[in-house]
């Protein structure tokens, strides 16, 4: 039986963030199987209304605009019932996303360090905020902003570290039961 999440007065939802290649999606797409709710992954979706890739919004139309379209595309996500989101990782950088994130769900901050993220996307040359000569530096950058707002955001902390995907869906599950977030209906 699907799960049934918070109360009838917050969205229902799920959120996870956390910089880049910190699992959220692959670490969203199990818990919602797991939890037999609908998953949304909210760059997916950006990439369908787009026609092209982040990498080429970023390129042809600069950050602020993806930003703007990622606000606008979160801000529907967040309004589903009883769904698992991934959102991209610069997703908290506009306090309008993070206030909606946080109150209409639960949020999970998959944490992972800037140089185990480094580790993970040395190679993957999809992601536009790391094609820079000092990609590590870059990602140190990018932890040294963002953590600050994924914690704001969240109400739950994952140190993702080395743990599996599924031993990292157990966590996420047992501290939303423990917090009587989520329940079998």
Known sequence: ??????TEDDGGMISLVGLPGSGKSTVGRQLARRLQLPFF??????EERLGYSIREAFARDGEDHFRDLEEAVLDELTLIPNAVVSTGGGAVIRPATRQRLRERGQVVYLNSSADEIYRRLRHDQNRPLLQVADPLGRMRDLYAARDPLYRETAHFVIETGRPSVATLVNMIVMQLELAGDISAS
Do not use: L
């Open 1 to 6: 039986m699907p799960a049934v999440i918070g």
């Open 41 to 46: 992954d909210s760059d997916h979706v950006i």
